[in-house]
């Protein structure tokens, strides 16, 4: 690859990252076990693990409109209040943790650009992609993962349930917050094996 070629590549790199972010959205932060930040009232931290790859991955996801903070039905409407962008560029495979006001939410959009081949995938009508968040409370929501390898209009990306799978890790990395609170499994979407788990 000769400089040239280099060069634009880093440029449009940097310009995805944030190029599907609205101007509206609110920019959320990861966080590592022992470096949350304390929660504010009516708060709690929606715990993920982060698998991804690819140039500028990035999320964006919505706070639902409704007073739940259980699962909500799939054939239910939902309209959201609040957009949030999570920017996953360079981001270590790992667990991570982002406070979050108590909510049903739905991840709304998955971005995977790749080269020059902008792509992003719609997912704020699947039920799959929705999670809750309890007040005072750790809700582990799954596994993000975002495959490197994609074609011109397909990506892999998936939300993955793994409660039972890391189980023994999630234990080991809440011990190191600074805080205690009680762990949830808070799909968003009814699975009594994954609510089983949480309880």
């Given at each position: 690859m000769d400089f040239?070629?280099?060069?634009?590549?880093?440029?449009?790199?940097?310009?995805?990252?944030?190029?599907?972010?609205?101007?509206?959205?609110?920019?959320?932060?990861l966080n590592h076990a022992k470096d949350v930040p304390?929660?504010?009232?009516k708060q709690g931290y929606l715990?993920?693990?982060?698998?991804?790859d690819g140039i500028a991955p990035?999320?964006?996801f919505s706070k639902i409109r409704t007073?739940?903070?259980?699962?909500i039905l799939p054939d239910e409407h939902v309209s959201f209040t609040k957009d949030?962008?999570?920017d996953l560029k360079n981001v270590t495979e790992g667990f991570y943790f982002i406070p979050l006001f108590a909510g049903?939410?739905?991840?709304?959009?998955?971005?995977?650009?790749?080269?020059?081949l902008p792509y992003w995938l719609p997912t704020n009508k699947e039920a799959k992609w929705r999670f809750g968040v309890e007040e005072n409370s750790i809700n582990f929501i799954g596994e993000i993962n975002i495959a490197k390898e994609r074609g011109v209009n397909v990506i892999d990306v998936n939300l993955f349930n793994?409660?039972?799978?890391?189980?023994?890790?999630?234990?080991?990395?809440?011990?190191l917050m600074p805080q205690s609170f009680p762990l949830k499994a808070k799909s968003g979407y009814r699975d009594d094996f994954f609510m089983t788990l949480g309880k």
């Open positions: 040239k070629k280099l060069l634009v590549f880093v440029v449009v790199s940097c310009f995805l990252s944030n190029a599907y972010a609205k101007s509206k959205d609110i920019f959320k932060v304390e929660l504010k009232k715990m993920f693990y982060v698998n991804v990035s999320i964006q007073s739940k903070t259980d699962f949030y962008f999570l049903i939410y739905q991840i709304t959009r998955i971005n995977a650009p790749f080269y020059d793994r409660v039972a799978t890391y189980h023994e890790q999630i234990i080991k990395e809440i011990a």
